[in-house]
């Protein structure tokens, strides 16, 4: 596969034996199972509590060193405090993190579907991010169409921060570059986190992926059509689309 090119799930820890887990595999044995098929995966867990670091080496020591994580910033950070006043929380999530090194992608800020676009709050908490983690990759997940602008975009792209083309049957959809790294979230075509990608999508999206490798761009895919084990199948499926070409 592509060294640019990094193509997983979101979360790992799903009740998919006898689908994709062997019936036998004990569920601590899942992490290491999954990084035999793929080079990334999204943390989850990350967005409803503070990791702890020996979690986080636990991960690491479980899963090869081509291996990467995208971890989920804490709804604490984007669903309560709504990037603002956050300086404290930020700090104290990125310290685990950090752990990770460069096997950390990019850390996935997700907004509630109810939070607007507004300029000042964006502003401070974007120069927040490059103040503090002026190298780290970070991509924003939006889901009220008041992001789908050309202010918020350029934002995006003065600080480097991805913008996450979200496919989903709900969420408003912008398939847009504003950053090195481009950052796919796959949520389901017809239903959410459910159902698998048809082969036309799968190939629209491969020579999309294609495209942005082409450009030198970092290219992270994550499906989150995780009900029924759909996402495993539709991931190794890209990743043979993408071999092929």
């Known amino acids: 596969m592509h060294e640019n090119l990094y193509i997983g799930t979101s979360g790992w820890s799903y009740t998919w034996k006898g689908i994709f887990y062997p019936e036998e595999l004990k569920?601590?044995?899942?992490l290491p199972y999954f990084a035999g098929y793929f080079n990334t995966t999204e943390v989850n867990s990350s967005h409803y509590h503070y990791t702890m670091a020996k979690t986080i080496q636990k991960w690491l020591a479980q899963t090869p060193a081509h291996f990467n994580f995208a971890a989920k910033?804490?709804?604490?950070?984007?669903?309560e405090k709504r990037l603002v006043d956050v300086a404290d929380?930020?700090?104290?999530?990125?310290?685990r993190f950090l752990i990770m090194g460069d096997r950390l992608g990019p850390v996935l800020i997700q907004l509630p579907a109810s939070f607007h676009f507004k300029v000042e709050v964006?502003?401070?908490?974007?120069?927040?991010l490059r103040d503090k983690y002026p190298t780290q990759p970070f991509a924003l997940e939006v889901r009220h169409k008041s992001w789908l602008v050309e202010e918020s975009i350029e934002m995006l792209r003065y600080y480097h921060i991805a913008f996450v083309i979200a496919d989903s049957?709900?969420?408003?959809?912008?398939?847009?570059?504003?950053a090195?790294?481009?950052?796919l979230r796959l949520h389901g075509e017809e239903k959410m986190y459910s159902g698998p990608y048809s082969d036309e999508a799968l190939e629209r999206f491969s020579y999309m992926i294609n495209d942005?490798?082409?450009?030198?761009?970092?290219?992270?895919?994550?499906?989150n059509n995780t009900i029924g084990g759909t996402a495993t199948k539709d991931a190794e499926k890209l990743q043979k689309m993408l071999e092929n070409m």
């Open 89 to 95: 929380q930020l700090e104290k999530w990125m310290s």
């Open 212 to 223: 942005w490798l082409m450009d030198e761009k970092e290219v992270w895919v994550f499906f």
């Open 180 to 183: 090195d790294q481009v950052y």
């Open 73 to 79: 910033l804490h709804k604490e950070i984007t669903h």
């Open 169 to 178: 049957p709900r969420w408003p959809k912008l398939e847009t570059v504003t």
């Open 27 to 30: 569920s601590a044995d899942y």
């Open 122 to 128: 964006a502003e401070s908490f974007f120069s927040l």
